[in-house]
């Protein structure tokens, strides 16, 4: 089936630093990749929709200056997380659809990033 | 936007069916999923919906009623390892997905 691989798992680092996250789909194209944020104990927020080629689309309330996403090719998309700050702490998913698939091409998840700022 | 509800908790023991309900009000409705995540994972694809009707797939199956805005998710012959949290999401017409809260399942 499709496999989508995050990179990093686990970031703890200092208040100020910008974090990289790598999101890619290993057997399959991906157009369009979606980036997610999970609070403890709550759902899956969607912060932005990643689109190959040209600028992500941002769901209201998040910052596009704060959350950098980049799509170079149609297997790779990352998040940067600039000065970021302990508010920012969160478990970062992203996820792709897989166009050939069939059962509706539901998008299938990375394992996450868990994102701790000190 | 998206408006899904589901219940928080439900217990069950193993080997027992347990139905989660899953209700949404939605402003272009093109297909529900049924995700599964264990704690401290990232989601799995379970099931999906398009059409109303039952979907089955082994123990879980999925059913859809767009008049009524309400799907649920059966998980028969419940084992240890079905404990976790079930996520309800509703696929607009740019196909981006709204969740609902989840509902935490836990088998005893």
């Known amino acids: 089936g499709a496999v989508v691989s995050q990179h990093p798992s686990w970031v703890i680092c200092k208040s100020g630093t910008s974090v990289k996250i790598e999101c890619r789909s290993l057997d399959f194209q991906a157009t369009t990749m979606f980036w997610y944020r999970q609070f403890p104990k709550q759902s899956l927020m969607l912060m932005a929709t990643s689109n190959e080629g040209s600028k992500a689309t941002y769901e209201q309330g998040v910052e596009k200056d704060k959350f950098l996403i980049n799509h170079a090719s149609l297997t790779l998309s990352t998040l940067t997380v600039t000065s970021a700050h302990p508010e920012d702490s969160s478990f970062y998913i992203c996820?792709?659809?897989?166009?050939?698939?069939?059962?509706?091409?539901?998008?299938?998840f990375g394992d996450g990033t868990r994102l701790s700022i000190l | 936007g998206q408006n899904i509800d589901q219940p928080t908790e439900m217990t069950a023991t193993e080997g027992a069916i347990v139905q989660i309900n899953c209700t949404y009000q939605?402003?272009?409705?093109?297909?529900l999923f049924w995700y599964q995540q264990h704690a401290g994972e990232a989601p799995t694809f379970l099931s999906y919906?398009?059409?109303?009707g039952l979907e089955e797939k082994g123990r879980f199956s999925s059913f859809l009623s767009r008049s009524k805005g309400y799907s649920y998710l059966l998980l028969k012959e419940l084992q240890m390892k079905d404990s976790a949290s079930y996520l309800c999401?509703?696929?607009?017409?740019?196909?981006?997905?709204?969740f609902g809260a989840g509902t935490t399942v836990t088998v005893r």
């Open positions: 919906n398009v059409l109303d």
């Open positions: 939605t402003s272009g409705f093109n297909g």
């Open positions: 996820s792709a659809r897989d166009l050939s698939g069939g059962g509706g091409q539901p998008q299938h």
């Open positions: 999401a509703v696929r607009d017409r740019d196909y981006k997905l709204s």
